[in-house]
């Protein structure tokens, strides 16, 4: 058995799933609400404060789903209960963005700024610094693909070069660094 796959998903408090025609999957919270279509040979049951998942037989490609299922359920039942949360740190001179209701401007070190669009379900926040330390973007959202998705696509916009480590990166993330040209002696 799937280790992952085998473990039950504990529903908290004030929080709901359902089972709706096609297997789907709904899952209801304080921060919001989540659905996922699950493959019909899974089974998921959901019996009292827990969710179940099983899959038919040992074949490899139930086997690599069972987990799979059990894990973007458990996923969504985190988010709809704690939400999800990335920290991101704009290196470098002039760097910085800005929220302005769903845009985010960014300034990037190139000629022009940057505006980019979130999605209905994801929040940003830029927290005040201290003078002297780099900026630092927070975008919460309860849909831990999309909040990864829109993390991955602002890191994209100037990713961290490996000789200064001017760029964005997340918070925490440690860059591999490489040295510099040197003069060559004679």
Known sequence: MSRI???????????????LPGNVVKVKGPLGELSQKVDPDITVAIEG????????????????MHGLYRALINNMVVGV???????QEFVGV??????????????????HEIQMMLPAEVKAETPQVKKGENPILVIRSCDKQLIGQVAAKIRSLRKPEPYKGKGIKFVGEQLRRKAGKTAAAK
């Not at 796959?5 to 929080?15: A, I, M, Q, R, W």
């Not at 002039?94 to 000629?111: A, D, H, I, M, T």
């Open 5 to 19: 796959g085998k473990l039950p998903v504990n529903l908290p408090d004030k929080v709901s799933a359902e089972l």
């Open 49 to 64: 404060k827990q969710i179940k998942v099983t899959r038919p037989n040992d074949l490899p490609r139930f086997r690599s």
């Open 81 to 87: 209960s704690t939400g999800y949360e990335i920290k």
């Open 94 to 111: 002039g760097y910085r963005v800005s929220v302005q209701g769903p845009v985010l401007v960014f300034s990037l070190g190139y000629s």
